[in-house]
DNA sequence: CATGAAATGAGGGTAGCTCTCAAAATCTAC
DNA sequence: GTAGATTTTGAGAGCTACCCTCATTTCATG
């Protein structure tokens, strides 16, 4: 019915009839949730937008919105796409220059999201600029996703993935990366993501262009 | 009466009998509002304090607590040093590597602050990475030093201060510079700041040490 | 089908935050 | 000093995110 059903339905119970009922009904109150944020939002605004109405319109209690999502900037938000990504970074060639295997790895998620679901990315990223308790969150996930980066960082530097050399590294990466995002936000959404993320990692790599010393 | 009120001294409003009545009342009433959150916080936790409380302790009503401070994680975390940081970041000789600059008006301001009130320094960082929303609220603040420093990077490099490149270049300083604090106080203040900011330059300047190809 | 486990709904409570409006304090002029 | 304009404050109602508990329903399994 949600056209962003179909755009997720990679996730849809009915691709996954191993699990049992209750396992796919959970499912389905998920994105039941999640749609009726997403036209709520679409419609009205976030603020304006209330559990409550979420709740109403997914067909379920307040309280089983809160028992599915923390905060309700979550509801937005949250995915799972880390580990994917760690995976994937280890299972680039060992000699490769860390920034070549990590802007691999940024392509490919990417393609994944822009593919699977371009409507949300775009949303996401506009609530992310409008809605500061949304970009708190955002900033606090991807600080999280930081955190799996050290892990690889150290493994490929042979430094210890505590080490305040590495947690510096990996969050400057992290902070980079978002202003990434924001940026292609905050400018319609004109440029291409791709080419952005490329010319940020220049920058991390080589420091400013024409700039310093 | 309150330690704390001697260490910010600078600020108390007798030394600034040029202001009138009304101001020196608002000072006066500011100051009050921190102190008394600062003294609850370190006797029952940031979560177990509620603005009435809060009130109550600083003499105000709670709406009076509002008006001076648009949030809780405020009251605890609102500073204004970013004018005076590029204002000192212009005065320096435009030859100088950009890095060097940073580092000399990053150095001044940890002299500053520690010189001023080394026990709030501390407990800010403390509660940096025990309370979410205070964190949230200090990189949503550091954020906003980073578009400062956006301006002082622009007329260094001639890039325009709305670019990608110097957008991605100062939040990954600022990320990275703010890992440098939490990392401080999750180490239990041992090391020394000064020395945790000059490694974390170094790795921002040139990269990890032992790191990639 | 019966028993146990898990998910849900209902509802009450807390606290951050907003808004309004009238009272009190301060400033300005005469 | 006193009157009047302006600012600051307090009281209190209201909204909403979020938490907790408990009874009811829904699913899984022998």
Redesign the interface.
């Known amino acids: 019915m949600n056209p962003m059903t179909a755009a997720r339905s990679r996730f849809s119970p009915a691709d996954r009839p191993q699990l049992g009922l209750r396992e796919r009904k959970k499912i389905k109150t998920r994105e039941a949730i999640r749609d009726a944020t997403y036209a709520l939002i679409k419609e009205q605004g976030y603020d304006a937008t209330t559990i409550e109405q979420i709740a109403d319109r997914a067909e379920v209690s307040p309280s089983t919105v809160f028992r599915y999502f923390p905060t309700k900037e979550d509801i937005v938000l949250t995915d799972e796409y880390d580990p994917l990504m760690l995976e994937e970074l280890r299972a680039r060639p060992a000699g490769e220059?860390?920034?070549d295997s990590l802007r691999h790895v940024i392509h490919m998620a990417l393609d994944v999201l822009t593919e699977e679901d371009p409507e949300t990315v775009r949303t996401r990223a506009h609530l992310a600029i409008q809605v500061?308790a949304v970009?708190?969150?955002m900033?606090?996930s991807m600080s999280e996703t930081g955190r799996m980066l050290r892990e690889a960082?150290a493994e490929?530097?042979?430094?210890a993935p505590d080490s305040?050399?590495?947690?510096?590294?990996?969050?400057?990466?992290?902070?980079?990366l978002?202003?990434?995002y924001l940026?292609w936000a905050e400018n319609g959404f004109q440029d291409d993501l791709r080419g952005?993320v490329d010319?940020?990692l220049d920058?991390?790599?080589h420091?400013?262009?024409?700039?310093?010393?």
């Open positions: 220059p860390w920034i500061p970009r708190s969150r900033v606090e960082i490929r530097s042979g430094l305040l050399e590495a947690r510096v590294y990996a969050m400057s990466l992290t902070g980079g978002l202003e990434v940026y952005l010319r940020a920058v991390l790599e420091g400013l262009p024409a700039a310093n010393s």
